[in-house]
């Protein structure tokens, strides 16, 4: 079962700041966030990750509480390509990467015009 | 660019014949790749992990018999569904672990439709 819960649906005006929240209230300490979007029909995208700095780079900033019960995915400046759905993930770290990915229903965003 | 590459993107079989999907890894080498599936307006759900050199791990309930899946090389896994029946349409994708182990990418996915 997916270790992470998150609102299925969200709106957003486009150009505003767009806040998509997750809970992961069991993770454990070596288990990294992931967050991915996936647009209609294709697969899904990386977009960030973090352990328990927030982090930031060219697509999104991701905060991650104190505890790590829970992150936020911040888009900035919220554009139409930005509408779909966003799956967040909590995995162990390694090396090796053969951990496998289960995803939540993730929350639909739409940006709207 | 991709990293992760499916082909075929779209295909279209008929009742009781097999259809392959491939997955390659591009410029980079993947001992393990991951399935899924997906269908409309659901979450992707892990069918098996396969695993260079040795037998794919299947998720519990996922037909091994059904859904065949072969990686012959580092950087090529193959999954095959057998005697394909309609419910069987779905979009499937695949996974790598990417250069430095920690990021995962997925393919562009591939619409399957059983006629």
């Known amino acids: 079962d997916a270790k992470t819960t998150q609102p299925p649906s969200m709106d957003c005006a486009e150009g505003r700041a767009a806040n998509l929240p997750c809970n992961h209230s069991?993770?454990?300490?070596?288990?990294?966030v992931y967050w991915y979007r996936q647009i209609h029909s294709q697969g899904p995208q990386y977009i960030i990750h973090?352990?328990?700095n927030n982090e930031t780079n060219e697509m999104a900033s991701l905060i991650i509480t104190e505890d790590r019960k829970s992150s936020t995915l911040i888009l900035p400046h919220a554009t139409l390509r930005d509408t779909a759905v966003y799956y967040c993930?909590?995995?162990?770290?390694?090396?090796?990467?053969?951990?496998?990915?289960?995803f939540g229903t993730g929350t639909r965003l739409k940006v709207l015009a | 660019g991709a990293v992760v590459s499916q082909h075929p993107s779209r295909v279209i079989c008929k009742s009781g014949t097999s259809v392959k999907i491939e997955c390659r890894s591009l410029?980079?080498?993947?001992?393990?790749m991951f399935w899924y599936r997906q269908f409309p307006k659901q979450s992707l759900m892990l069918m098996a992990t396969?695993?260079?050199?040795?037998?794919?791990?299947?998720e519990q309930g996922v037909e091994k018999d059904k859904f065949l899946i072969n990686h012959a090389s580092l950087t090529l896994s193959t999954l095959t569904v057998t005697s394909a029946h309609p419910e069987d349409s779905s979009f499937y994708i695949c996974?790598?672990?990417?250069?430095?182990?920690?990021?995962?990418?997925f393919g562009e996915g591939s619409w399957l439709t059983v006629v």
């Open positions: 996974s790598a672990p990417g250069f430095n182990g920690n990021t995962i990418y």
């Open positions: 069991t993770i454990s300490g070596n288990e990294y």
């Open positions: 973090g352990l328990k």
């Open positions: 993930i909590v995995r162990p770290s390694t090396t090796s990467g053969t951990y496998k990915y289960i």
């Open positions: 410029d980079f080498q993947a001992t393990t």
């Open positions: 396969s695993n260079e050199g040795s037998k794919a791990t299947y």
